[in-house]
């Protein structure tokens, strides 16, 4: 069956540090790959998604970038984080075509301060 | 554009209320639609789904009836319960868009 993982589960980083989130997906090839973030109260904001290795695509200008070094690896990072990055991250996967049924990690909670 | 919108949060009920949470959507063809829920602390998960249609999506006791006359997809259940407590979303995919597109979630608290 197929997992996805994310770590870590929780961070706290200061203002202008840098950020490296990862996400793995077990048990399936070449998925659909996504970052979003969930603000406190707030709806889903997709960030990124990877249709396959190397191939990103932007949602949302800002200071957060996305890489897919592998198949199933998918990393968030930023060079320097600011205090509006705090925020649930979330990273998820789905099936190329059909119906998009998306898969969702546990979610990284980051803490900027 | 495309896009979901669902009822304010939060709805606070007595267990074994009778609960329904409003989502209507704009889109220009015929897409799939699906609700997510996310209990504390946790990722989504897709609790329903309907494809085209007058279809009903059903999981756990909860349903939600995909209305193109009203542009609606509605999640009903019959009696809640306490572990019922959590922000549900509801989304469309849209094939020739390619992404999902959710609402803004409504979270639910459900009181013994």
């Known amino acids: 069956s197929q997992t996805i993982h994310q770590w870590p589960a929780t961070l706290v980083q200061p203002v202008g540090s840098p950020l490296s989130l990862e996400c793995t997906v077990e048990g399936t090839s070449n998925p659909n790959l996504y970052w979003y973030r969930q603000a406190a109260g707030r709806g889903l904001q997709l960030l990124f998604y990877s249709v396959g290795i190397g191939q990103i695509s932007s949602e949302v200008p800002q200071n957060l970038s996305a890489s897919r070094p592998q198949d199933r690896q998918f990393i968030l990072s930023s060079k320097k984080l600011l205090l509006s990055d705090s925020g649930f991250y979330l990273c998820?996967?789905?099936?190329?075509?059909?119906?998009?049924?998306?898969?969702f990690g546990a979610g990284t909670r980051l803490s900027v301060l | 554009g495309d896009s979901v919108t669902q009822m304010e949060g939060p709805v606070t009920l007595s267990e074994e209320a009778f609960l329904t949470i409003n989502c209507t959507y704009t889109a220009t063809g015929y897409p799939s639609l699906f609700w997510y829920v996310q209990y504390p602390g946790e990722g989504l998960q897709l609790l329903l789904k309907?494809?085209?249609?007058?279809d009903k999506g059903s999981n756990k006791g909860f349903e939600a009836t995909y209305r193109k006359e009203t542009t609606s997809f509605h999640l009903e259940k019959g009696s809640v319960q306490v572990s019922d407590s959590a922000v549900y979303f509801c989304?469309?995919?849209?094939?020739?868009?390619?992404?999902?597109?959710f609402g803004q979630g409504t979270e639910l608290s459900v009181k013994p």
């Open positions: 989304a469309l995919f849209y094939n020739q868009g390619g992404k999902l597109i």
């Open positions: 309907a494809t085209k249609a007058d």
């Open positions: 998820a996967w789905s099936v190329v075509g059909g119906l998009n049924i998306q898969y």
